[in-house]
């Protein structure tokens, strides 16, 4: 069971990672073709997302990793 966590969290955060980070670093340029939502969306809104899903994915991964998950 425990690798199965692993196997399932590991490939979750790495999508959330992906995806945040395009989101936070890339122009809207570059979005647009992905994510056609970004042109009537505010930039610092959408860099906000890309954070906050980085964030998520720290947070599958650190909390087993560092012994604080129930």
């Not at 790495?14 to 122009?27: E, I, Q």
């Not at 969306?41 to 087993?64: C, D, K």
Request: glycine residues 12%; charged residues 10%.
């Amino acid at each position: 069971m425990n690798v199965a966590y692993w196997i399932v969290a590991g490939l979750l955060a790495a999508f959330y990672l992906y995806g945040g980070a395009v989101k936070a670093v890339r122009s809207r340029d570059a979005l647009r073709p992905m994510m056609a939502w970004v042109d009537g969306t505010p930039m610092p809104a959408v860099r906000a997302i890309g954070v906050v899903e980085v964030l998520g994915a720290a947070g599958l991964v650190l909390p087993p990793l560092t012994g604080v998950a129930p």
